[in-house]
């Protein structure tokens, strides 16, 4: 088993462009999250999904959009990137029920925004 | 208020010290708590788990809830230069909810 991928490792963006980062797990894993990191905020909640169709927001969904179309995949796309949105962002996901409390994390994707 | 509030740190400690490592938070309903352990640019992996209150041991770790003063602990015994990581604490309401993250808090164990 893989787990969870995410591509790229690193991106470098200008201000207004658009991009999507990629998430991908193969633990059948219905959970799925995605985080950023900033220092001195920790781990903040963008979006997250509950299965295939469902999604929903979490603390900061602003500037970014998910969909769930397959048990596998969850991408995060930027629709406008702003130097507020330079971050390392990290995708989880994990069982429901008994055992959702253990998330597993990707290697996370380092973005720029200049 | 956050709901989650940690000591960023940095703790530095001698090789086989105990470590002790806290987390508060304002949200009363959470049941679910965690502890993640982050290595330097990795992503975090879950290192223990307690539903409720009360202790768990788990070899050198111990993690303790006190839901009355809503306060988390994870204490490291006999500490290792392997243990240097961020440390961060996770609760959740129930297993179908969010997640929310303390800071994380810096430790590095010396040789």
């Known amino acids: 088993n893989a787990g969870v991928t995410q591509t790229p490792k690193f991106q470098v963006l200008k201000t207004g462009q658009s991009m999507t980062l990629q998430c991908a797990q193969d633990m059948n894993h219905e959970y799925m999250s995605w985080y950023r990191q900033d220092p001195g905020m920790g781990l903040r909640l963008i979006h997250y999904?509950?299965?295939?169709?469902?999604?929903d927001q979490g603390e900061v969904p602003n500037g970014y959009n998910v969909s769930r179309s397959t048990t596998e995949d969850f991408p995060l796309r930027l629709l406008s990137a702003a130097p507020s949105q330079t971050s390392v962002y990290f995708c989880?996901?994990?069982?429901?029920?008994?055992?959702?409390?253990?998330?597993?994390f990707g290697p996370g994707t380092r973005l720029t925004v200049t | 208020q956050k709901e989650v509030e940690q000591d960023p740190g940095p703790l530095s400690v001698p090789e086989g010290a105990i470590v002790s490592l806290n987390c508060t938070y304002s949200n009363s309903a959470f049941q679910y708590f965690m502890w993640y352990r982050q290595y330097s640019r990795k992503g975090p992996e879950l290192l223990m788990y307690?539903?409720?209150?009360g202790n768990k041991e788990d070899g050198r770790f111990t993690a303790q809830v006190d839901k009355s003063s809503k306060y988390i602990s994870l204490f490291i015994r006999d500490s290792q230069p392997s243990d240097s990581a961020t440390y961060l604490c996770a609760m959740s309401v129930n297993t179908g909810n969010q997640f929310y993250f303390g800071t994380g808090t810096s430790l590095t164990v010396i040789p």
């Open positions: 307690t539903y409720s209150s």
């Open positions: 989880a996901s994990s069982k429901t029920g008994t055992g959702a409390y253990e998330q597993y």
């Open positions: 999904s509950v299965g295939a169709g469902i999604t």
